[in-house]
């Protein structure tokens, strides 16, 4: 196995900075933010958004705040967050009324109890929407399955025609994450930083 | 709606406590409640960006057509740089509220008119 040495990107012009990739719209074949607002009526005005790490609910959630009816609240709980529900009552207003579309990123951080406090807390709540990464605990609005050929989609998209090919098997780099397209764009920021080698 | 900025000298690198002078113009197509010149720095790379507004120029209910001359301290620091995991920047900026139409200018804050590599 080979490795070439690769030209380093400016962080600020590195084709997967994080405002750029944070920057991408939500897609999945061919189900867009606007389509889900439709199909909320049917699950209802407290559902979730399911999915593995790395899967763009995040990226959903924050398009579905600008879309949906209500004033937007986004609690956010960060993975590993010690007090997560200490950390998402500090986020919600009190009280939470029917004009507020509560959006929780990262839920599935909650136990059970906190779970529960959660849903008390957000009664009012025009509606709450909440990123789980399994199915169950509310009626699921969509399921976010990464696949390679989105990998693929988004890598061309962030890439500038003009960039030297620095980019390596997109299989393996998927397979090897695990399907966390997150982390595989974080990966490739480091290849173009020069701060890893390109496997040939 | 247009808005302009441009600094006195044509220029786009100052040094900590020096000036920076310019003007900022605009013409407006609709009501704004405010125009606002800010000078600020801003990081991009890996992870969450961060901001920090160093000063803020406010023209409270602008005329449709007008203009600011501003001038401001630069401070002492922090410096433009890059390193691997981020870059920070300065930059000047005129932004119409509250629909944030925004023009911008960047800099280059440090003792040498380039940034400074950290790499």
């Given amino acids: 196995m080979n490795s070439v040495a690769v030209a380093r990107y400016r962080p600020a012009d590195n084709p997967f900075a994080s405002h750029r990739v944070e920057g991408l719209a939500y897609r999945s074949k061919g189900i867009h933010a606007a389509a889900l607002r439709l199909r909320l009526e049917e699950t209802g005005p407290r559902s979730a958004i399911v999915g593995p790490k790395g899967s763009g609910k995040t990226t959903l959630l924050g398009e579905l705040a600008s879309t949906l009816p209500g004033e937007p609240v986004l609690v956010r709980i960060e993975g590993g967050c010690r007090h997560p529900w200490r950390t998402a009552r500090t986020q919600l207003p009190r009280p939470v009324t029917p004009n507020h579309l509560v959006l929780v990123d990262g839920a599935e951080q909650l136990g059970p109890l906190e779970w529960r406090l959660l849903l008390r807390a957000t009664r009012h709540a025009r509606i709450l929407l909440a990123t789980l990464h399994r199915p169950g605990l509310l009626p699921t609005l969509i399921e976010c399955r990464p696949d390679l050929e989105l990998l693929r989609e988004l890598v061309d998209e962030l890439t500038p025609v003009d960039a030297p090919t620095l980019i390596p098997d997109l299989e393996e780099l998927f397979r090897r994450h695990g399907g966390n397209i997150r982390s595989c764009l974080r990966e490739l920021y480091d290849v173009y930083a020069g701060r890893a080698s390109v496997e040939l | ?105 960047d800099l280059r804050i440090g003792p040498q008119p380039v940034e400074v590599d950290l790499t």
């Fill in chain 2, 1 to 105: 709606m247009m808005l302009t900025l441009y600094t006195t000298d044509g220029g786009s690198w100052f040094k900590p406590g020096g000036l920076i002078e310019g003007r900022a113009s605009w013409h407006l197509d609709e009501d704004v409640d405010a125009v606002e010149v800010r000078l600020f720095w801003h990081t991009t790379g890996k992870g969450t960006q961060d901001v920090g507004i160093v000063r803020a120029l406010r023209t409270d209910s602008p005329d449709s057509s007008g203009h600011r001359d501003f001038s401001i301290r630069v401070p002492e620091g922090p410096y433009s740089f890059s390193g691997k995991l981020i870059t920070l920047a300065w930059a000047i900026e005129l932004v119409a509220l509250p629909s944030g139409e925004t023009e911008r200018l």
